[in-house]
């Protein structure tokens, strides 16, 4: 009988039937390679949220800090290092006096009241819109009397409440501007040129222009009764108007959006959207002229005039120069930034810019299902990522090139980079805008009808009148 060894062999699988088990996510599979731990997981990075804020009086918002302070007095620090933290004199043992808070510290608390100011900044424009929005329907009631009769005929509305901009959003979705040509500016002149060191309007030396106001303006979603919402964004002038026209704001289309779910479908809540401009005037929106909901870009129209006269003049505003052509990956550009209008004269006696721009450059675009495009191919460019990240209000902004001093983009938010702990902004290319226009020197086969009947009259007055003369 002949012995015959059989060697192990280690199977990949095994036949026999074994309930199934789980491995644990901190052990290694194999057993030939020792136990380690998983790396630690990233910290995530909060993007930055839609600028919606519920204004509260201060009184409904908690205890004061005196009323904190007296109801839980300090208490001794039981170190001279928390003494020091806790900003209190502190004895040393060679006799000398150590006083808190340290330099850090100093830096920190600095940073918590420049916070505090910012917030109490906001608060006061909040109810500045709230109490603006509340003198508009004082001058649409007037003429009531007491027991709610009508004495004489009140005021018309002449601005669309939030109720009528989110149904024509969704009616005018993809709709394009009749009778309006956008130019194509990729190259603007001197006098059209966006300034970007941190003034307002037209250069100083330009000619043509000065009659106008800068064009960067700041739209707020406000809505009253009795739990109040205030949603606020950027946006800027585009396009010529017609006299008597109140002129066109291009803005981001997410802030209304996020206004739905708050305003009832059928209800006499009073509501408006209020554009206010960097001379003090405060314009109405009179209509949504279109949407493009994939791009988040919004076409409003103002009223013909502010809300507020003064004994300033009320120039019209400076409708911005649009570049068509995308720009390419790793051009330097600008951002525009949110700054309260209510800031403006802390701002002036302090000798600060009037406006302030972040400094990036252009990343890299995407297609509508978010791969990666390029530039000078048939690839859609539907975002545009970009190297510095704005700051809540500034949606609707404009995003500049720095060389040629046109807007290549309008603002949307930040995003995280797949794979990427670094956080990008979020831009639409500015060639999305002329989706809402027609193409320039294109008309259509209506239009063109209309001016061959345009002509055929005039000839045949024309005619009529050389017979009469005869």
């Known amino acids: 009988m002949t012995l015959r060894t059989v ?3 280690r199977l990949l699988h095994s036949a026999a039937r074994q309930n199934a088990r789980l491995v ?27 600028y919606t804020r519920v204004p509260r009086p201060p009184g409904l918002s908690g205890s004061s800090r005196e009323e904190k302070d007296a109801t839980h007095p300090p208490t001794q620090a039981a170190t001279p290092v928390a003494a020091q933290k806790a900003g209190q004199t502190t004895h040393t043992d060679d006799g000398g006096q150590g006083r808190g808070p340290l330099a850090g510290e100093n830096a920190a608390a600095q940073t918590s009241q420049q916070g505090s100011d910012e917030l109490a900044s906001a608060v006061a424009l909040d109810l500045f819109l709230l109490r603006t929005l509340s003198q508009l329907e004082e001058r649409a009631e007037v003429g009531r009397g007491q027991d709610g009769a009508m004495l004489k005929p009140p005021v018309q509305k002449d601005w669309a409440t939030l109720q009528t901009l989110l149904q024509q959003q969704r009616e005018r979705e993809g709709e394009v501007v009749e009778g309006t040509a956008l130019e194509y500016e990729p190259t603007p002149s001197p006098s059209r040129r966006i300034r970007l060191d941190g003034k307002a309007g037209p250069e100083e030396a330009a000619v043509a222009g000065q009659e106008e106001q800068d064009g960067v303006v700041v739209v707020a979603h406000v809505m009253g009764g009795r739990d109040t919402r205030v949603s606020i964004c950027s946006g800027f002038a585009i396009g010529r108007t017609e006299d008597g026209e109140g002129q066109m704001i291009l803005t981001c289309a997410h802030t209304l959006a996020s206004m739905a779910k708050f305003v009832p479908p059928a209800s006499d809540i009073p509501s408006a959207t209020l554009v206010l401009a960097s001379s003090g005037h405060v314009y109405t929106v009179s209509s949504l002229v279109s949407s493009l909901s994939e791009s988040d870009l919004l076409l409003l129209r103002l009223s013909p005039a502010p809300i507020n006269p003064s004994a300033l003049p009320v120039r019209p ?41 972040f400094e990036g450059e ?26 510095c990240t704005p700051t809540p209000g500034s949606s609707g902004g404009p995003v500049v090139d720095r060389e040629t001093g046109s807007v290549v ?49 005039n000839d045949k007055n024309a005619e009529g009148a050389q017979q009469r003369s005869k």
Do not use: C
């Open 7 to 9: 060697s192990k062999v």
């Open 24 to 50: 644990n996510s901190h052990l290694s599979i194999s057993p030939d390679l020792p136990v380690t731990a998983p790396p630690p997981p990233p910290k995530p990075i909060p993007s930055s949220p839609s």
């Open 317 to 357: 505003l400076r409708p911005l120069p649009i570049n068509p052509y995308p720009s390419p990956t790793s051009t330097a550009i600008s951002v525009h930034r949110y700054l309260n209008p209510l800031s403006r004269l802390r701002r002036k006696l302090q000798k600060l810019p009037e406006r302030e721009w």
């Open 362 to 387: 252009v990343r890299e675009y995407r297609d509508p299902i978010g791969r990666t495009a390029e530039v000078g191919t048939y690839d859609t460019l539907q975002s545009m990522m970009i190297s």
């Open 409 to 457: 983009g309008v603002t949307r938010g930040s995003t995280h980079k797949y794979g990427d702990r670094q956080q990008f902004g979020l831009a639409t290319p500015a060639e999305r805008v002329f989706d809402m226009f027609p193409l320039p020197g294109f008309k259509t086969a209506a239009q063109r009808q209309a001016e061959a009947e345009e002509r055929r009259r």
